[in-house]
């Protein structure tokens, strides 16, 4: 299946606004969701591909079935040095480009841990396939894994109450593409790939956007005039 869930990719711009506070958390935003806007794209017209089981129960009976462009180790590598050689050296902004390029290479990193075996290490060659598979051998433990994640970012960039709210209740309602015990929404995507790349594309909007307004309160700041936001 697919990449990371939205809210978990946007809760790494958190960790890398933490390392760089004075870089705008929006730049970030965008930033973390800039494969996953290419792979939108790309689907759109046809450049990449995704498909379905006849029946969707569950995460890995959604396959991400030809993503080169937009997922591969080398295209994610690459558009983060783009990404750095644009701000950092042509717009001379060193410490904005080196943000923004690691919150760009973030995207498939992430991916990795516990992508299905369909991250090709660049665009053109077939083998080896990289990713650990968990989303589709251990879903659980990738829902706990990316939950955690989620929840670290939080903790890292010392975010306040509505923010952990968002993470949580996201995570949770995802819940029903890791088991097949529970039936939700995943059953009305089989056979429709250009619904699911559609959802994806709303999901990954209304989280940048709700992380976004409410990151804007920390833990142990005051509501007006906090350092570096």
């Not at 879903?139 to 949580?168: D, S």
């Amino acid at each position: 299946m697919r990449a990371v869930f939205a809210i978990n990719h946007a809760a790494a711009a958190l960790a890398v606004k933490r390392r760089y506070p004075a870089v705008p958390l929006v730049l970030l935003l965008v930033s973390v969701q800039l494969s996953e806007f290419l792979w939108v794209l790309f689907n759109y017209v046809g450049i990449e591909r995704t498909t379905t089981e006849p029946a969707v129960r569950y995460v890995g009976d959604i396959h991400l079935s030809h993503i080169p462009w937009s997922h591969s180790l080398a295209s994610g590598v690459v558009l983060a040095l783009l990404v750095w050689l644009v701000v950092g050296r042509a717009l001379r902004r060193p410490l904005l480009g080196a943000a923004l390029g690691i919150a760009v290479v973030s995207h498939i990193l992430l991916d990795l841990v516990v992508h299905a075996r369909d991250i090709q290490l660049l665009p053109g060659v077939a083998k080896p396939m990289l990713g650990l598979g968990l989303y589709h051998d251990a879903p659980l433990a990738a829902f706990v894994i990316e939950f955690g994640f989620g929840i670290w970012c939080w903790w890292y960039y010392r975010g306040g109450k509505a923010l952990l709210a968002v993470i949580v209740l996201f995570n949770l309602a995802n819940l029903s593409f890791f088991t097949t015990r529970i039936v939700g929404p995943e059953a009305m995507l089989a056979g429709r790939p250009t619904l699911i790349v559609t959802a994806i594309l709303l999901q990954i909007v209304v989280t940048l956007t709700l992380v976004g307004v409410f990151a804007s309160r920390r833990r142990g700041q005051p509501a007006i005039g906090r350092p570096g936001q």
